[in-house]
């Protein structure tokens, strides 16, 4: 009788073994467990046994009947978890078919993430024209013709004495001569300086300028609003510093610097080991750029502040090479998607 | 500018460490960009914005110091041999422009013995990173690094009649600087010269022939005022730029000239055997301290603190200026000249700021309200965004090209731009980027050929750009343009490879079109300019030219050296923006079904898909809503020089469920005009 379990069980184990499905299982139950099944057959054979046998080889075919069920189980959770692959199986470990997806600019990219923390604030987009008057670029923004204030303005001149504006500034003035404070603006564009091209330079490159004028308006009010906007853009922990600066069109001036975010302030190659990164320049309208689009300077208040695009993406994407914005090579734009 | 940490301390005694002090001047303006140890010494290179002159010298610095930390200035010390009797009389100086140099102090030291400088002086001069040269030329630059007031020193023995003219240049004469290099002058330079010829640049840069040599035994010391923009406008006309002249151009202090002068005679006649001239002190003695009234609550309302004026006083006081008080609220300040830079209040309110602390001011939150005052976004901005959403979505790669440009005598005449309407850059860096650009084509070719050069061999590119031009009197204009450029494959899978045609331009501006809701658009077949006639065609909306597309001509894709077809298209932004609806309006969707007829057909080549849809649609008048070619086909089991092709019209009326017998009805009608009009074969 002993054998007789043995020779089933091993039996039993290996057709389980190689059941491909679930109906070749269910037929194994059948064979094995079933009504007329082979272990069923031999429990009906017990009541022919010795008493002393009786007991013992009675625990033995149930303790089979579990072992089988169990290994059953086990085959049909393995079927389950690899199902056989029907002829017409579709191999789909080869690529999708992925739609068409291109990708702005990463300086569109960079213009729009700063534009959008400034739209939180209420602020109104606005545009200007690239090729300007002295007027405009300079008169206007108090910087005057013969002094070294200006030689941080090179500029190209086109025919007529107009010129390609080297700033976003000259927006400010065209803004303010048609509409009223009080008002918040910011302005992207284009702007062009003869500088040759360099990794770090470069004769056309990008500002957003910023502009909010009305009764009351703080040297506070420009501190708030523009470590409102490092802090949405370079992250909550990052650490703003505002360092007197000389601009013509403002006063008091400042510099702002956000701490580094490649090293936290320790100092490294990318911060000239300072800690600090040099963001943006700013200060309170001069009275003289009022005075420039008859406002009253005695109501009024403003700030403004302006900042160079290409250096803040290169910074925030960690490029390292400006030239790399105008080349277009679609590896590098393609990394922006 | 270079500025040693122990100089600064014989000015003013300070505990602070270099670092610390570094810190100190970077938060009050003067930034601090390094500092490096030298032999005990830690020398910082300061950044001075050019408001500042008076920052450009060691105790101007040390004001700064002053009245960041509260602490009391040391005088610089100056002893003058006693005046005697016998004092010879001082030069003789004459200023014929006395526009151009409102000042002009100058005084003889006879005896003097030129050698190299003692140690102390030499390290000083050095520390300020300039190189020593002799006693005396050291002397006098130790006194500029000081007061900031640069002075020259002259072989006096070899000035020509002995007497100083200060004079413009006259066309032709020439001068030999120090550097060696014979200089041109005319007239719009300032010259310091002697009886017969010029001898120095005034403020740029002395004679090679009258300097101070070891042989020199008379010395004629200038301290002088000259004036910013003469200097500025000479020394950029020479290209020359010298500590000097950097210092004149910004400003020096006019009143300072006789003091520095006094301060260098006093360090020269330390030597034993030297005997000093009276100084001749011609011009102005300089303008009297200006009076500026702050009124302190109006300071704090600009910088949103509240400062109290005691505290503003002894910040303007530590700054060197008087300060009495002026009303309730008011401070009466007296600004002495070194500081011409401070006119007016707001220039007072800003060093209240500096010196009380940026950090100190708090951030608020402007309380100006904007809301409701107009959209935050310009109808074209929008319009520019719905763009780059379709275009991206489409697959296209935006790029940002150089809207300078070499001149492109080619692309001028295809285009047939004349000369005049080419706007130039008439101090370009190179001639490769010289002219405004007249289109984004070039621009958009460079990327390819980029690109391809780099085996990327898939270039599915847009500019949202500018192209620039000239009107007929003169008035420069720039248009906004939308440039599309395709090439290579458009999709490259283990299933189906499909080139970049011609199509996927055309189907990515009507794309562009339904997104800004333009519907009366068309396309002109029609040769252009720069497009191969085989296939290009006008861009209209209504009536109006709006842009081109085509297939680039293969005379310019070969001057950018690409071999490949590239498809390409240009629109006119301005007509888009004006086109543009941006508000939907909801229609009622249709009530009855709609029926679709198939005809298939054979055709002659020459007749359009435009004039086929326009002749069925004719036929069925509204009843056809759309008019659909499909399987377009040439070659075999199709006469040479016909098509085969199948147009699927769906018929559906407004009012009513069209019947079987309406449908076939139009159906025929349709099949017997075709056959008609274009001689089709019907299958």
Known sequence: ?337 | MKVSYNWLKEYISFGADPAALADKLTMAGLEVKGIEQKGGDSVYEIEITSNRPDWLCLYGIAHEIQALYGLKMKPIKTSLPKASAKRAPGPSINIEDKKGCPRYVGVVIDGVQVGVSPKDLASRVESAGMRQVNNIVDITNFCMMESGQPMHAFDYDKLEGGRITVRRARKGEELVTIDGIKRQLDGDILVIADASKPVAIAGVMGGRDTEVGFSTKKVLLESAYFDPVLVRRGARKLGISSEASYRFERNVDICGCLKAAERAVSMICAARGTRVSKFADSGSKGPKNIKIKLNVSGANRILGTSIPAAKCAAILKGLGLGVKASGKDGLLVSVPSFRRDLKTEIDLVEEIARIYGYDRIPETLSKIQTWGKGSQKSHDRIVEEAAREVLTGAGLNEVITYALRCKDPYVQKALSIPDDNVLKVQNPLSSESETLRSALICGMLDVVSHNLNRKVSDVSIFELGKSYSCSGDGTPCESGVLAIALCGMKRKDWHAKEAADIFDVKGVIEALFDRLGIKDYSFEVKPLPLLSPAASAVVKIGPQQVGAIGRVDKALLDRFDIKGAVFAGELDLSAIYAAAKLDRKFTELPRFPSAVRDISLIVDDKAGNAEITGTIKETCGALAINVVPFDLYRGEQVPKGCKSILYSVEYRAPDRTLTDEEVNSLDGKVREILVRKFGAKIR
């Open chain 1, 1 to 337: 009788m002993l054998e007789k379990i043995k020779a089933i069980e091993a039996e039993a184990n290996n057709e389980i073994k190689s059941a491909g499905d679930s109906k070749a299982l269910d037929d194994l139950r059948i064979k094995y467990l079933g009504r007329k099944g082979l272990v069923t057959e031999l429990l009906g054979q017990i009541s022919s046994l010795s008493a002393e046998e009786k007991p013992r080889l009675g625990k033995e075919l149930n303790a089979l009947k579990v072992r089988i069920d169990e290994a059953m189980r086990a085959r049909q959770a393995e079927l389950a978890s690899s199902p056989v692959l029907p002829k017409d199986h579709t191999d789909l470990t080869l690529p999708g078919f992925r739609p068409p997806s291109g990708t702005t600019h990463p300086l569109t990219k960079t213009i729009g993430e700063i534009l959008a923390t400034f739209l939180g604030m209420g602020f109104k987009v606005v545009e200007g024209p690239e090729i300007e008057t002295e007027f405009y670029n300079f008169e206007a923004l108090n910087i005057a013709l013969d002094h070294p204030s200006r030689d941080a303005f090179d500029t190209f001149y086109i025919k007529n004495r107009y010129l390609l504006r080297s700033h976003t500034s000259p927006v400010q003035v065209r803004f303010m001569e048609t509409e009223k404070p009080p008002f918040k603006i910011v302005v992207p564009g284009k702007v062009y300086r003869p500088d040759a091209v360099d990794a770090s330079h470069s004769f056309m490159f990008h500002q957003v300028e910023g502009l909010v004028v009305g009764e009351g308006v703080t040297f506070a009010d420009l501190k708030g609003a523009l470590s409102m906007f490092i802090r949405s853009y370079f992250g909550e922990n990052a650490k703003v510093r505002f360092r007197p600066h000389f601009f013509p069109f403002t006063e008091p001036s400042a510099e702002v610097d956000v701490s580094c975010f490649i090293c936290g302030g320790k100092g490294c190659s990318v911060c000239g080991r300072k800690g600090w990164l040099e963001i943006l320049g700013c200060g309170m309208v001069h009275p003289n750029v009022f005075k420039a689009v008859k406002y009253d300077a005695k109501r009024y208040t403003g700030f403004a502040f302006g900042m160079g695009v290409e250096r803040i993406a290169m910074l925030k994407y960690g490029i390292n090479d400006m030239r790399l914005f105008f080349e277009n090579d679609m590896r590098f734009l393609g990394q922006f998607k």
